[in-house]
């Protein structure tokens, strides 16, 4: 990697997100720059999903300011977009519960991280006008993607009945549909056996190579947030306690503190 530094794509500035009484997210503010791998930890229920789903613009109600500065030098304040439409602006995400649709095959699946490049309107769709073109360009890019996924031998088949690592690659596939500046990744290692974790492991960074985007994660693997990460940002009960190289973080008292009596 050169040594040019990299300009920050995502900011938060003072995010706050109140349930009720609950501050499950309490003045937080933190960046991540292009390319950047950053992994966001902290115990169970520390806000971590929660701040995914301020950024991705799920909650609205948030205080504080996101901020997204796009490839073209644009910024945006992503209160201004619409949560169906924060994927054009760069920002695609899986979820911490696999979302695919069981009863389409994985490659439909994959195109429906699609859906925001249809340049032809939905009518001319739906009376497959100029469409066909259109469609076929975006079917061609699914299964380029699939190839890099290692997935085009299951394309046809259903995506329910795959082995939940094969389903979680297929999440991960439909984001690289959108062409994303920003990938978020809830918890991409659950569930996932050691040799399936070594390989998200070197796909991610295969993703921020070809695909040329920054990727957080949220994750409890230790073992494996320290081992992909450039920089790890810890947090306790919505509250930020210190962004830094994984060697740092796992060094900091406070994010000992925070781990303490824990096994991972
Ligand atoms: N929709 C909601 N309504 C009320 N409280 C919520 C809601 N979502 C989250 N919370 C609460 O906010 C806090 C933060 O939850 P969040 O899901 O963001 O934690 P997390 O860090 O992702 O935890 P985990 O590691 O278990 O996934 C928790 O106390 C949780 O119970
Ligand atoms: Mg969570």
């Known amino acids: 990697m050169s040594n040019t530094p990299r300009r920050n794509?995502?900011?938060?500035?003072?995010?706050?997100?109140?349930?009720?009484?609950?501050?499950?997210?309490?003045?937080?503010?933190?960046?991540?720059?292009?390319?950047?791998?950053?992994?966001?930890?902290?115990?169970n229920g520390a806000g971590k999903t929660t701040i995914f789903n301020c950024i991705t613009q799920f909650y609205k109600n948030y205080d504080g300011d996101i901020t997204l500065h796009k490839n073209d030098d644009s910024t945006i304040d992503l209160r201004d977009i619409h949560v169906t439409q924060v994927i054009d602006q760069g920002i695609a995400r899986t979820f911490q519960n696999?979302?695919?649709?069981?009863?389409?095959?994985?490659?439909?699946?994959?195109?429906?991280?699609?859906?925001?490049?249809?340049?032809?309107?939905?009518?001319?769709?739906?009376?497959?006008?100029?469409?066909?073109?259109?469609?076929?360009?975006?079917?061609?890019?699914?299964?380029?993607?699939?190839?890099?996924?290692?997935l085009n031998a299951i394309k046809d088949l259903y995506a329910k009945g795959q082995p939940?690592?094969?389903?979680?690659?297929?999440?991960?596939?439909?984001?690289?549909?959108?062409?994303?500046?920003?990938?978020?990744?809830?918890?991409?290692?659950?569930?996932?056996?050691?040799?399936?974790t070594d390989e998200l492991e070197r796909l991610i960074y295969k993703i921020r190579d070809e695909f040329n985007t920054a990727i957080v994660l949220i994750e409890h693997d230790m073992g494996f947030v320290m081992n992909i990460c450039e920089r790890v940002c810890a947090i306790n009960f919505g509250k930020f306690i210190a962004m830094d190289t994984p060697k740092k973080i796992q060094a900091h008292p406070e994010v000992q503190e925070a781990y303490l009596g824990k096994d991972d």
């Open 9 to 43: 794509i995502l900011e938060l500035n003072n995010v706050s997100m109140n349930f009720g009484g609950l501050k499950a997210v309490d003045s937080l503010s933190f960046s991540i720059k292009e390319k950047e791998i950053v992994g966001l930890i902290g115990p």
């Open 164 to 196: 939940y690592g094969i389903r979680k690659k297929i999440e991960i596939a439909r984001t690289l549909m959108s062409n994303p500046q920003l990938i978020i990744l809830d918890e991409p290692a659950a569930g996932l056996n050691d040799s399936e």
């Open 98 to 150: 696999l979302e695919l649709v069981p009863d389409l095959s994985v490659l439909d699946n994959v195109l429906v991280g699609a859906h925001n490049q249809y340049k032809t309107g939905i009518i001319k769709h739906i009376l497959r006008f100029p469409a066909k073109k259109e469609e076929a360009q975006i079917r061609k890019k699914a299964i380029e993607i699939l190839e890099f996924m290692g």
